[in-house]
C-alpha cells in the first residue's frame, strides 16, 4: 500500500515529540558544508530534478505540495523560494505573500485567508509567511487580536493553545485528501540578521528592501523565538513537519531546503498516467492520420 503521509528524512527535521529547542538549534551548517561552489552545484543538480519531479506531479494529478515558509525578517525567505523554484512550470506553481491582514480577512477565521489560496491537485502552492503568523506576530503583539474581533477570547495559554489545534486539525486533513505540507523555518541569527540590515542600508540598490518596521521588531527578538519553540513542537507531525533550516550561510539553506522538496517528491512515487486501450486505439488512428496527411 503507498504511504499517505510523506516526510522526507533530513538533519534539520523538527521531532514530532516535543522536544525542539530553539537555543540548540544551530544558524549555521558544519563547516565542511560551507562550501560555496559545492551548494551551488548542488542546487543546480537538484533544480533540474525538482523541475522533472514536478512534470509527474502535474501529469498524475492526484497530490498537490504546499511549501510555508516562516521566518525572522532578513532571513531570505524571497531567495530562496526564488533560487529553489527557478527551473519549475510556473503553470504549475503559486506563490502567495501574507501581509498585513485585510478588513475582509479580519471579518474571517485566522484560517480562511490561506485555505482559500490552498493548491489545487497537482501543483505546488508556496506560501511565503502564512496562518502561522497568527501564533507568531500576533502573539509578540496581543493588541493585534483586538483588530480580530473575537466573541469570545479565551486566556491568553489557552487561546493559543486552541490555534494550535485548529492548525493541527486543518493540516492533517488537507494531508488526508492529498496534499503533502512541508514547514521550513529558515533560522537566521540575530547577529547575521543585524548585518544584512546594514548590507541594505549601504546598497543603494537594496534601499528599498529595509523597513524601520523590520528593526523594530527584532526588539522582540526573544518574544519570537519563544514563539516559534512552541509552535514548531506543537505543530511538526509526520504529516506537516516542520525543518529548522540554518540560515545564516544563504547557499546551502537553499541547497537543503532544495533537496528535502526533492526527496518528499521522490518518495510519492509519482508516475506518469498510463493509457488505457481506448487510449492507445484512439493515438494509432491519430498517428496514421497525421502522416498521411501532415506531409
Known sequence: MAKR????????????????????????????????????????????????????????????????????????????????????????????????????????????????????????GIFNRSYYEEVLVVRAHPRLLELQRLPDQPSSKSLWSERFESIRDMERHLARNGTTILKFWLNVSRREQTKRFLARIDDPEANWKFSAGDMREQGYWDSYMRSYQEALNATSRPWAPWYAIPADDKRYMRRAVAQILVDTLDDMDLHYPVADEAALIEMKAAKASLLKNGR
Open 5 to 124: 503521509f510523506h516526510s522526507a528524512d533530513s538533519p534539520h527535521r523538527v521531532g514530532f515529540v516535543g522536544r525542539f529547542r530553539v537555543k540548540s538549534t544551530p544558524t549555521e551548517p558544519p563547516k565542511q558544508l560551507r562550501d560555496d561552489t559545492k551548494n551551488d552545484a548542488e542546487l543546480d543538480g537538484l533544480v533540474k530534478r525538482l523541475s522533472k519531479l514536478q512534470a509527474r506531479l502535474m501529469a498524475n494529478d492526484r497530490r498537490s505540495l504546499l511549501l510555508i515558509f516562516q521566518a525572522m525578517d532578513a532571513a531570505g525567505k524571497d531567495g530562496t523560494i526564488r533560487a529553489v523554484m527557478t527551473g519549475v512550470n510556473p503553470a504549475g506553481c503559486s506563490v502567495t505573500s501574507f501581509k498585513k491582514p485585510s478588513d475582509l480577512e479580519l471579518d474571517h477565521d485566522f484560517l480562511w485567508r490561506t485555505n482559500v489560496a490552498l493548491p489545487q491537485r497537482g501543483q505546488i
